[in-house]
């Protein structure tokens, strides 16, 4: 069984940055690395991907320039970089993690997933 702990989330006000960070933990080999958001009332989004070896990356347009997802393997954790932050990134972030090596974009391609980090921007 796999176990993802998201952290950094909080506060901010407009512009500004957060890192949030995602520790996986239990049995993982080969594994694609996820960021989704899902704000109130919408349906949960991808933000950001990132394969094993991090030798590849896709972002979402919206944060595209804005956000960087990178990871660690010896620590078991993935990474998301948010500047340049604005209201509309408000939302929980989910971290997740896809047994295999192809990247991909939709929620039901993810095999597990974190409790969420809750974002806020303010204007």
């Known amino acids: 069984q796999v176990q993802l702990v998201e952290s950094g989330g909080g506060l901010v006000q407009a512009g500004g940055s957060l890192r949030l960070s995602c520790v996986a933990s239990?049995?993982?080999?080969?594994?694609?690395m996820g960021w989704f958001r899902q704000a109130p009332g919408k349906e949960r989004e991808f933000v950001a991907a990132?394969?094993?070896?991090?030798?590849?990356?896709y972002y979402a347009d919206s944060v595209k320039g804005r956000f960087t997802i990178s990871r660690d393997n010896a620590k078991n954790t993935v990474y998301l970089q948010m500047n340049s932050l604005k209201p509309e990134d408000t939302a929980v972030y989910y971290c997740?993690?896809?047994?295999?090596?192809?990247?991909?974009?939709?929620?039901?391609?993810?095999?597990?997933w974190g409790q969420g980090t809750q974002v806020t921007v303010s204007s």
């Open positions: 239990g049995r993982t080999f080969s594994y694609v």
């Open positions: 990132i394969t094993r070896n991090g030798g590849n990356t």
């Open positions: 997740a993690l896809k047994e295999g090596v192809v990247l991909a974009t939709t929620p039901r391609s993810y095999d597990y």
